[in-house]
């Protein structure tokens, strides 16, 4: 056959071909797992460009907001505006254009945000990539996928223009920690000795607390090394369980490290370990939930703008606490006094003691995922298990959180106080933001989308 | 005659391969028959993440087995055995391994050394055994040498099988008691990391006896006698080389340990009784961290030895930013406190001098020559003055940044958190690999060295690691042996013309237990050159040894004048006209005499120190990288300042010491008694501002003398109003605070006062010149012109030449065109210095000629008619040539980011392009945008700013450049300046202090420079090689010449030196940061 007769063959099995899926793909793209794969892109991305805790709940944050948003034009009967609930966001209006699908449009917003957070953007460009060829592979019209990008790309202009307004920049340059001589103050800790991470953390803009100092925790024991001495008694205490710590221990506090950047040192040989952070793993059980849930496109994708909320929100209320009380960790304390071999189970991460991030953190997200779910719901945690943990299973949010604040007593980083005093202010932090942040407004689902 | 022939066929160039013309020819293996290669591959359980020292190599030992005059090689192998070549002459050699006995096969070989053990004239072989704990023979082991080429273990008879980390041992006679010692470098098996920065671990022995060793001989038996001679036997002790010279003169042999990872080296001086005495930091202000191997020998022909010690850090910029690692200001703080003292990550060259260790490694461009195994110290080129040769690589880039965050990083590193030890095979094939040359330089003296590269014919990439120097064909000239990981040994003939470029090699022989005569010392004297001296200590460099024979390179001398001996006993002998280019055997005779040590100093010492009164400058605690993150050095550290004046009018000056932050500032009355009293109530007022500067001056004309304190510093606010300057009225010899007369419009932050009735109406005014405008550093500051009314007020007089001058940091007033109307002269950093004219009041700048190319990093400027020709000179203090900075640098200022905070970029100039000489996280910290497009250091190692930042911000930035670093003494010549020549030791630091006055009146002004800035980060390193430093002039012919220097003894960084008139003598007076002052006078 000749050149020509060939390619009118093909061109006409093509169109057959779409022709066939024109009605179909509104169907295949209303698939959840689309919004779990655009996250869990991001949570790769994150683990490899290396971001400190605090840092890494921004990245996710205006992502979600962003795919949030573009979702809930779709869906008004059913999810309400976070304009007007978090600070500072304008609300945004549909598209004139009638080929604009707004599934397709959140996802591209997620990820166009995302872009906007991380540095590997060649990473971002080929998951990209990929999907834009899913998307043709379901049968989405070339029209209705350029609408929809562009659509999707202008919601995130607005965020991204939002996202400006927090600070963050500015805290950059803001002085770094002067290292201060009294022996109650934080300190650097081996083995790298880095600077105390994120300062003025604090002064970031939170989308529905107050202020950063909102919900104050009680202030920390007063430092007093006297035998006996409250104070004394807990420090012994993250000494001794380091010294006799039971399996179970030890798999709990591994489990929890989430700790983005540990070095190991052997001789000048060196190499890193990365995973994903405290925040990226209730991001994890955030995707178990909406799994199990059985949780459709939207509110999939309104799960993880309410957990990425109560992260960041609970991250500024937990840094501001630390960069005022500047308690110094355990294992100087520790190896100063008692035992200077002595290392903690887990590497101790690079920033003040009081409270507990990963308690006031998880005890946020923790709520949160239970005014979403339901209390009592019960699920397998295998968020770890691709960086070589095991899976452990709770009967409740609430359980995986009491867990993952006192992991840190197990892994010698936390005193007991900055756990229970974390917990509570991450209730308190967590209680807020569901009372104020309504985003299922109880509309009939069904009607969602078309 | 044998050389003769030898340089002879050299023409002919046998069995040369390569690079044919280079000073040193690589011989192929088919014609040396030295076919040994180091081979190293590693494996699941023996790697360099399981062995700390996996990648460190082996060495080189030689020595003359069988006293048949050729010297013979060993080569220490790893995992694979040692070898033992004979030396058949003309570079051919004969592999004797097996049936001399000596290949520890299966066991992991380190260091070694031969040595005469058993003083029957035979050397005996010591080899150090490392690696993997278990297997045959894994003690160290001590081969007898039978007479007839086979060797028989004795290890154990003579208590030296030890098992260890053991990296090389060195004997000598510690004790003159006539038999040779051990020091043996024994490594912990501890891991390193996690309790780096725990004090006082010095000083505890290590609990599994694994630390460091000193032995004595007890009749052929050695015995630890570690803590008896006060050796640290440790297990924080990571030693790898031993560096033996007498390095105080006193001509017993004392110790330098280098030591690798955080523990800072070891300087043991003989205490003549047995022992040591650990003095390191007592003797030098710099260290190199990573210290690997090492080597002492004089280099400037002054008859001390000095030290060099090699380090980690790469050449290129490109390869500083992707495989080096650098500590924080804040960890640097910690190891400080916690007892490592002032570690860098570079090599260094240590100049012994008369006032202690100068670090002059980055002035004489040693200081980077990639992961340096050793150095060697030797005359290459027989010209007198020794050279220095740098064994270089690793096999595998360790330190690679990219691998480390994210090479490593993918689905291994994630298995290894789950399983520790099955995948780090995996790991280490990722890891990159890239050979390095050697590095050799030739000594040009003064400190200066050429790298030599092609010329000498060392630029062919490798792994090398242990080395040794040797005359392995008698020709007069030293050659060069070199193990390597992965690549067959090198052997190097020096093809050097000897007869042109002549050598003294001697060898000694005795009768006693020391059959060598190790620690002897040799001083040649010659007709023309000033003497020369060598020391007899086999192991150096690392893992190696040399031969037993000492050698000079004397040039084209034919003959020695006379050789002063020290015998290791410490007497002293000398022989007369020896004949060069021949072996010389020497031996005691009975006509030794006791040996008088020759003071080396070319000019005694004049000053000494004396008691004035006491003030202790106390710096506030403020941190300058927590505000402004990318500047290299801090600001904040400038004071006191001193003024000088007699104020009671009796004859006797009076002294102004401004006070730190926080400090009241005090005056020193001199009374009837010769002493001082203190006043300090009134200056009370004013302690919560830093003194940077200050002035005695009559702007009423009322005949007694005000004050003015300039203000200054880097820790207030922008608007803070500490920063205003304060006038102290003098009433009746009472001082009072007078605020707010002088104008104000917005707060300065002071580098400099200078007084000076400028409108010539009889009434001093006041220049102010600003350092920091806005708290920034980098931006351009003002200078401001206030003038006296007489009524104890003042008007400020705009002078729009005075606008955005720069970091100004000093002015000082003279008539420079003669008009009798004063002119103005401002310094400062980046900038040049700028004379202005005083047109009856009106300020314009003028460019003299001879301070066009000026841009520098100055500090001090001081006026004085330096050579008597009754036109006053400039002396201006600048950065100096021993740093990271470099002519051409540029600094470009801005908000790159536009986030209401200035960046200060600072970019090395390298071809047409500028790259920013921090590390990429510090930028990164600042400007996070940035890492979008450089998420790897390979990006940022290979980019300048331009392609950084764009080409359109970085021109709308603010460009400074330098064009001179060294601080320079202008001579006002008819027309314009012209710099004269100062010694190089005035280079060696940043200069902040300068005072001329004629010391030794002799006629001719003499110079004194302090200075010294301890406050840089710690990848480019403090400004420590100063002491304090005289400059004598002297009249040649009636023209001023400054030849000759003096080093004081000044510790610490000195702000200001001021000379003191007292009853009948003259005091000179020494400020320093954060310590107590200091006051000098003359003897004759």
């Given amino acids: 056959m000749n050149r020509s007769y060939f390619f009118k063959l093909m061109l006409l099995s093509l169109t057959l071909a779409s022709c066939a899926q024109d009605q179909s793909y509104k169907e295949k793209i209303k698939d959840p797992e689309l919004v779990q794969a655009n996250v869990k892109n991001l949570t790769d991305i994150i683990v490899y460009d290396i971001f400190s805790p605090p840092v890494a709940s921004r990245v996710y944050l205006y992502p979600a907001i962003a795919a949030y948003q573009t979702m809930q034009l779709a869906n008004e009967e059913s999810y309400a505006s976070l304009s007007g609930q978090v600070k500072g966001l304008e609300p945004l209006t549909k598209s004139t254009n009638e080929n604009v699908n707004y599934n397709i449009a959140s996802l591209h917003a997620f990820n166009q945000v995302g872009k906007a957070f991380i540095f590997s953007e060649d990473r971002m460009n080929a998951f990209q990539e990929n999907l834009d060829q899913q998307l043709k592979d379901k049968g989405v019209p070339r029209s209705v996928l350029k609408a929809s990008k562009k659509f999707g790309a202008e919601v995130a202009a607005h965020i991204l223009a939002w996202a400006k307004g927090d600070l963050y920049n500015q805290t950059r340059t803001f002085p770094k920690y002067t290292i201060q001589e009294e022996e109650h103050y934080w300190k650097p800790t081996p083995p790298d000795y880095m600077d105390g991470i994120e300062p003025h953390w604090n002064q970031i803009r939170t989308m529905a607390l107050d202020s950063s100092n909102q919900f104050p925790p009680k202030p920390p024991l007063a430092f007093d090394l006297t035998e006996g001495s409250p104070f004394q008694i807990q420090l012994k205490e993250v000494y001794e369980i380091g010294k006799n710590i039971t399996d179970e221990q030890l798999e709990i506090a591994k489990f929890w490290d989430c700790n983005p950047y540990v070095t190991h040192h052997r001789g000048h040989?060196?190499?890193?370990?990365?995973?994903?952070?405290?925040?990226?793993?209730?991001?994890?059980?955030?995707?178990?939930?909406?799994?199990?849930?059985?949780?459709?496109?939207?509110?999939?994708?309104?799960?993880?703008?309410?957990?990425?909320?109560?992260?960041?929100?609970?991250?500024?209320?937990?840094?501001?606490?630390?960069?005022?009380?500047?308690?110094?960790?355990?294992?100087?304390?520790?190896?100063?006094?008692?035992?200077?071999?002595?290392?903690?189970?887990?590497?101790?991460?690079?920033?003040?003691?009081?409270?507990?991030?990963?308690?006031?953190?998880?005890?946020?997200?923790?709520?949160?995922?239970?005014?979403?779910?339901?209390?009592?719901?019960?699920?397998?945690?295998?968020?770890?298990?691709?960086?070589?943990?095991?899976?452990?299973?709770?009967?409740?949010?609430?359980?995986?959180?009491?867990?993952?604040?006192?992991?840190?007593?197990?892994?010698?980083?936390?005193?007991?106080?900055?756990?229970?005093?974390?917990?509570?202010?991450?209730?308190?932090?967590?209680?807020?933001?569901?009372?104020?942040?309504?985003?299922?407004?109880?509309?009939?689902?069904?009607?969602?989308?078309? | 005659m044998r050389?003769?022939?030898?340089?002879?066929?050299?023409?002919?160039?046998?069995?040369?391969?390569?690079?044919?013309?280079?000073?040193?020819?690589?011989?192929?293996?088919?014609?040396?028959?030295?076919?040994?290669?180091?081979?190293?591959?590693?494996?699941?359980?023996?790697?360099?993440?399981?062995?700390?020292?996996?990648?460190?190599?082996?060495?080189?030992?030689?020595?003359?087995?069988?006293?048949?005059?050729?010297?013979?090689?060993?080569?220490?192998?790893?995992?694979?055995?040692?070898?033992?070549?004979?030396?058949?002459?003309?570079?051919?050699f004969k592999d004797i391994t097996v049936s001399a006995g000596v290949g520890c096969e299966e066991v992991w070989s380190s260091g070694s050394t031969f040595v005469d053990l058993n003083h029957d004239g035979f050397l005996d072989l010591y080899v150090c055994k490392s690696g993997k704990p278990g297997g045959a023979q894994r003690n160290n082991e001590l081969f007898i040498n039978n007479g007839d080429l086979t060797f028989t273990e004795s290890s154990k008879a003579y208590g030296l099988d030890i098992i260890g980390l053991s990296v090389q041992a060195a004997f000598f006679d510690a004790d003159r008691d006539g038999d040779l010692d051990c020091y043996l470098l024994n490594n912990s098996i501890r891991s390193v990391g996690g309790y780096d920065l725990i004090k006082d671990q010095r000083t505890i022995p290590d609990a599994n006896n694994n630390g460091n060793k000193f032995l004595i001989n007890d009749n052929g038996v050695f015995k630890d006698n570690s803590a008896e001679a006060n050796i640290y036997s440790s297990a924080i002790g990571f030693g790898l080389g031993i560096t033996l010279s007498d390095f105080n003169n006193d001509t017993w042999p004392d110790l330098f340990i280098s030591n690798d990872f955080f523990e800072r080296d070891y300087y043991y001086l003989n205490n003549q009784k047995g022992g040591f005495t650990e003095q390191v930091e007592e003797h030098f202000t710099a260290l190199s961290k990573g210290s690997m191997g090492a080597d002492a020998a004089d280099l400037d022909n002054d008859l001390r030895s000095d030290l060099i010690v090699t380090e980690m850090l790469p050449v290129s910029l490109k390869r500083k930013k992707t495989k080096a690692i650098y500590d924080?200001?804040?960890?640097?703080?910690?190891?400080?406190?916690?007892?490592?003292?002032?570690?860098?990550?570079?090599?260094?060259?240590?100049?012994?001098?008369?006032?202690?260790?100068?670090?002059?490694?980055?002035?004489?461009?040693?200081?980077?020559?990639?992961?340096?195994?050793?150095?060697?110290?030797?005359?290459?080129?027989?010209?007198?003055?020794?050279?220095?040769?740098?064994?270089?690589?690793?096999?595998?880039?360790?330190?690679?940044?990219?691998?480390?965050?994210?090479?490593?990083?993918?689905?291994?590193?994630?298995?290894?958190?789950?399983?520790?030890?099955?995948?780090?095979?995996?790991?280490?094939?990722?890891?990159?690999?890239?050979?390095?040359?050697?590095?050799?330089?030739?000594?040009?003296?003064?400190?200066?060295?050429?790298?030599?590269?092609?010329?000498?014919?060392?630029?062919?990439?490798?792994?090398?690691?242990?080395?040794?120097?040797?005359?392995?064909?008698?020709?007069?000239?030293?050659?060069?042996?070199?193990?390597?990981?992965?690549?067959?040994?090198?052997?190097?003939?020096?093809?050097?013309?000897?007869?042109?470029?002549?050598?003294?090699?001697?060898?000694?022989?005795?009768?006693?237990?020391?059959?060598?005569?190790?620690?002897?010392?040799?001083?040649?004297?010659?007709?023309?050159r000033s003497p020369l001296v060598a020391e007899h200590f086999p192991s150096k460099g690392f893992q190696s040894s040399v031969p037993h024979r000492v050698h000079l390179g004397i040039g084209n001398q034919k003959r020695i004048d006379s050789l002063q001996v020290i015998w290791p006993d410490g007497t002293v002998e000398t022989f007369f006209d020896l004949a060069s280019n021949k072996l010389q055997t020497l031996s005691p005779s009975e006509n030794r005499g006791v040996y008088q040590p020759v003071s080396s100093a070319k000019e005694k010492l004049v000053f000494v120190q004396t008691k004035a009164f006491a003030y202790k400058h106390n710096e506030n605690n403020y941190v300058d990288f927590n505000r402004e993150r990318l500047i290299p050095q801090m600001n904040s550290n400038l004071g006191p300042a001193l003024a000088v004046a007699d104020i009671n009018n009796d004859g006797i000056d009076d002294v102004f010491i401004g006070g730190a932050k926080n400090q009241t500032a005090v005056l020193q009355l001199s009374n009837s008694d010769g002493g001082y009293d203190v006043v300090s109530v009134p200056f009370e007022k004013t302690k919560r501002s830093e003194?940077?500067?200050?002035?005695?001056?009559?702007?009423?004309?009322?005949?007694?003398?005000?004050?003015?304190?300039?203000?200054?510093?880097?820790?207030?606010?922008?608007?803070?109003?500490?920063?205003?300057?304060?006038?102290?009225?003098?009433?009746?010899?009472?001082?009072?605070?007078?605020?707010?007369?002088?104008?104000?419009?917005?707060?300065?932050?002071?580098?400099?006062?200078?007084?000076?009735?400028?409108?010539?109406?009889?009434?001093?005014?006041?220049?102010?010149?600003?350092?920091?405008?806005?708290?920034?550093?980098?931006?351009?500051?003002?200078?401001?012109?206030?003038?006296?009314?007489?009524?104890?007020?003042?008007?400020?007089?705009?002078?729009?030449?005075?606008?955005?001058?720069?970091?100004?940091?000093?002015?000082?007033?003279?008539?420079?065109?003669?008009?009798?109307?004063?002119?103005?002269?401002?310094?400062?950093?980046?900038?040049?210095?700028?004379?202005?004219?005083?047109?009856?009041?009106?300020?314009?700048?003028?460019?003299?000629?001879?301070?066009?190319?000026?841009?520098?990093?100055?500090?001090?400027?001081?006026?004085?008619?330096?050579?008597?020709?009754?036109?006053?000179?400039?002396?201006?203090?600048?950065?100096?040539?021993?740093?990271?900075?470099?002519?051409?640098?540029?600094?470009?200022?801005?908000?790159?980011?536009?986030?209401?905070?200035?960046?200060?970029?600072?970019?090395?100039?390298?071809?047409?392009?500028?790259?920013?000489?921090?590390?990429?996280?510090?930028?990164?910290?600042?400007?996070?945008?940035?890492?979008?497009?450089?998420?790897?250091?390979?990006?940022?190692?290979?980019?300048?700013?331009?392609?950084?930042?764009?080409?359109?911000?970085?021109?709308?930035?603010?460009?400074?450049?330098?064009?001179?670093?060294?601080?320079?003494?202008?001579?006002?010549?008819?027309?314009?300046?012209?710099?004269?020549?100062?010694?190089?030791?005035?280079?060696?630091?940043?200069?902040?202090?300068?005072?001329?006055?004629?010391?030794?009146?002799?006629?001719?002004?003499?110079?004194?420079?302090?200075?010294?800035?301890?406050?840089?980060?710690?990848?480019?390193?403090?400004?420590?090689?100063?002491?304090?430093?005289?400059?004598?002039?002297?009249?040649?012919?009636?023209?001023?010449?400054?030849?000759?220097?003096?080093?004081?003894?000044?510790?610490?960084?000195?702000?200001?030196?001021?000379?003191?008139?007292?009853?009948?003598?003259?005091?000179?007076?020494?400020?320093?940061?954060?310590?107590?002052?200091?006051?000098?006078?003359?003897?004759?």
């Fill in chain 2, 691 to 1084: 003194v940077v500067d200050a002035a005695f001056f009559d702007p009423d004309n009322d005949g007694d003398l005000d004050l003015i304190l300039a203000h200054g510093g880097r820790a207030f606010s922008k608007f803070s109003p500490l920063l205003d300057d304060a006038f102290y009225e003098n009433i009746d010899g009472q001082f009072y605070h007078r605020k707010g007369v002088i104008p104000s419009t917005r707060s300065i932050s002071t580098g400099a006062v200078a007084t000076q009735d400028f409108n010539l109406d009889g009434y001093d005014d006041i220049f102010i010149g600003e350092q920091f405008k806005e708290m920034i550093y980098g931006t351009l500051g003002d200078g401001f012109l206030f003038q006296s009314n007489g009524k104890g007020t003042f008007i400020e007089v705009p002078q729009p030449a005075f606008k955005n001058l720069g970091i100004i940091t000093d002015a000082q007033w003279m008539d420079y065109n003669g008009d009798e109307w004063p002119d103005l002269v401002v310094v400062g950093e980046w900038m040049s210095i700028r004379v202005f004219l005083n047109f009856k009041g009106i300020f314009s700048e003028v460019k003299p000629k001879g301070l066009e190319k000026t841009r520098g990093l100055w500090n001090v400027l001081e006026i004085a008619d330096v050579d008597g020709d009754g036109k006053k000179d400039l002396i201006a203090g600048n950065i100096g040539e021993n740093n990271f900075f470099e002519e051409g640098m540029k600094m470009f200022v801005s908000d790159f980011d536009s986030n209401g905070s200035v960046e200060q970029i600072i970019c090395f100039k390298r071809g047409e392009a500028y790259v920013p000489v921090l590390d990429k996280d510090e930028l990164i910290a600042q400007i996070p945008a940035l890492k979008k497009n450089m998420v790897y250091y390979e990006d940022y190692g290979k980019r300048s700013i331009s392609e950084i930042l764009g080409e359109a911000r970085i021109n709308s930035a603010l460009q400074m450049e330098i064009d001179s670093r060294k601080t320079t003494v202008f001579l006002r010549k008819d027309e314009g300046f012209e710099a004269i020549a100062i010694p190089l030791e005035a280079q060696y630091s940043s200069v902040y202090a300068i005072q001329v006055s004629d010391v030794n009146e002799d006629g001719a002004a003499d110079v004194l420079f302090g200075g010294n800035q301890y406050n840089v980060k710690p990848q480019f390193g403090r400004h420590d090689a100063s002491s304090g430093l005289l400059v004598l002039g002297s009249l040649n012919k009636g023209m001023l010449e400054f030849k000759k220097k003096i080093f004081l003894n000044v510790k610490g960084q000195i702000r200001a030196i001021k000379s003191l008139k007292n009853i009948n003598k003259q005091l000179y007076i020494f400020a320093k940061n954060n310590e107590e002052i200091e006051f000098y006078e003359k003897i004759d």
């Fill in chain 1, 269 to 450: 040989a060196m190499f890193a370990t990365k995973k994903i952070t405290p925040g990226g793993h209730w991001i994890g059980i955030t995707s178990i939930a909406t799994r199990k849930a059985k949780s459709d496109f939207q509110a999939t994708t309104n799960a993880y703008a309410n957990v990425t909320i109560a992260l960041f929100d609970a991250f500024i209320s937990c840094w501001d606490e630390k960069w005022n009380t500047l308690v110094v960790r355990p294992e100087t304390l520790i190896n100063k006094h008692y035992d200077e071999e002595w290392l903690p189970i887990l590497q101790t991460p690079p920033f003040p003691e009081y409270t507990s991030g990963h308690s006031v953190i998880s005890r946020a997200a923790a709520i949160t995922l239970t005014d979403l779910f339901g209390d009592n719901f019960a699920f397998d945690d295998t968020t770890e298990i691709e960086y070589g943990l095991p899976v452990r299973s709770y009967g409740s949010f609430i359980e995986a959180s009491e867990e993952a604040a006192v992991s840190r007593l197990y892994g010698g980083i936390h005193y007991m106080m900055a756990i229970e005093e974390g917990v509570a202010q991450g209730q308190e932090v967590g209680e807020h933001i569901v009372q104020r942040i309504q985003t299922f407004t109880g509309g009939d689902k069904e009607l969602a989308l078309n």
């Fill in chain 2, 328 to 528: 924080s200001w804040d960890k640097y703080q910690l190891q400080i406190n916690n007892g490592y003292y002032h570690q860098f990550p570079r090599n260094v060259l240590q100049r012994n001098t008369e006032a202690g260790f100068f670090e002059i490694s980055r002035m004489s461009d040693l200081a980077a020559t990639e992961w340096s195994w050793a150095s060697l110290i030797f005359d290459m080129d027989n010209d007198g003055l020794k050279d220095v040769f740098i064994s270089n690589g690793i096999y595998k880039d360790l330190l690679d940044r990219d691998y480390l965050n994210h090479m490593a990083n993918e689905e291994s590193v994630r298995m290894m958190i789950k399983n520790d030890d099955q995948v780090i095979k995996n790991l280490i094939d990722i890891m990159p690999s890239q050979a390095v040359a050697n590095k050799a330089f030739k000594n040009e003296g003064d400190f200066r060295f050429t790298d030599m590269e092609s010329a000498w014919g060392f630029d062919e990439p490798t792994f090398s690691n242990g080395s040794a120097y040797a005359d392995l064909d008698n020709d007069g000239d030293l050659d060069l042996i070199i193990n390597n990981v992965n690549i067959p040994a090198f052997v190097y003939e020096n093809t050097l013309d000897t007869l042109a470029h002549r050598s003294l090699q001697v060898q000694f022989k005795s009768t006693t237990q020391n059959t060598s005569l190790i620690g002897t010392k040799i001083i040649a004297y010659t007709q023309s």
């Fill in chain 2, 3 to 92: 050389c003769f022939i030898v340089s002879l066929l050299l023409l002919f160039c046998i069995g040369c391969t390569s690079n044919s013309g280079a000073l040193f020819i690589k011989k192929t293996s088919d014609h040396t028959g030295i076919g040994f290669i180091n081979k190293l591959t590693y494996t699941e359980e023996f790697n360099p993440y399981t062995y700390r020292n996996f990648y460190n190599g082996a060495g080189v030992a030689v020595g003359d087995i069988n006293n048949d005059g050729l010297l013979d090689l060993f080569f220490t192998g790893n995992i694979v055995g040692n070898k033992l070549y004979l030396n058949q002459g003309n570079f051919k």
